[in-house]
């Protein structure tokens, strides 16, 4: 096992932390002088907070770790190619690098949809290198996608089925 696949399995199992919490399953972690400084993984369902994603989350926790808001010298591992929002912040950090583990051709902004991390123009670039364990990154957002249309496809078979707990003039439907 390579250094990268090890560190990618610690992602991973931040992913399943989330995946246990019904969240979208993305983990990830920050890496400084071949140690883990910080773990994230997604919470923003249960935190009700638009910013929980694992970036952000790791991110914070480094920036305290190391006591500055510069991650010179960093590399983080995530399961999921980041978003705009995360890829803006990982530039921001000044982050060295970032491993991604599989691409997200809807939202993905680390060459998917866009590539803000290698972005000519801006004053810092991220090094990129993709596909690390990306079959079971993949493989891991799948089967959770797959679970949330099979429960989805319940909720409405049962409210089909039992339509008496569907009452407009109950006061939750004002």
């Known amino acids: 096992m390579t250094e990268q696949e090890k560190f990618m399995k610690e992602a991973i199992r931040q992913a399943k932390k989330a995946y ?6 993305i983990g990830c972690v920050i890496v400084h ?10 919470r923003r369902n249960t935190d009700r907070n638009t ?3 694992a970036e952000l989350i790791a991110i914070r926790k480094a920036a305290k770790k ?4 510069r991650l010179e010298e960093c590399t983080m591992y995530v399961t999921l190619e980041p978003c705009q929002m995360c890829s803006g912040a990982m530039m921001q950090a ?16 680390a060459g998917s949809v866009l590539n803000i991390l290698e972005m000519d123009g801006f004053n810092h670039k991220v090094q990129v290198t993709r596909g690390v364990l ?3 990154c993949s493989q891991m957002m799948s089967q959770f996608f797959r679970e949330l249309r099979e429960k989805k496809k ?21």
Not at 154 to 174: C, G, I, M, T, V
Request: net charge negative.
């Open 134 to 136: 990306e079959e079971e």
């Open 66 to 69: 190391l006591g500055d808001w």
């Open 20 to 25: 246990l919490l019904e969240e979208v399953p």
């Open 51 to 53: 910013l929980s994603h």
């Open 33 to 42: 002088e071949g140690k883990i400084i910080a773990r994230g993984y997604n």
């Open 94 to 109: 000044r982050l060295t690098e970032a491993v991604i583990g599989c691409m997200n051709p809807k939202a993905g902004c």
């Open 154 to 174: 319940a909720a409405r078979s049962s409210l089909k089925q039992n339509p008496a707990h569907f009452n407009d003039n109950s006061p939750e439907y004002a």
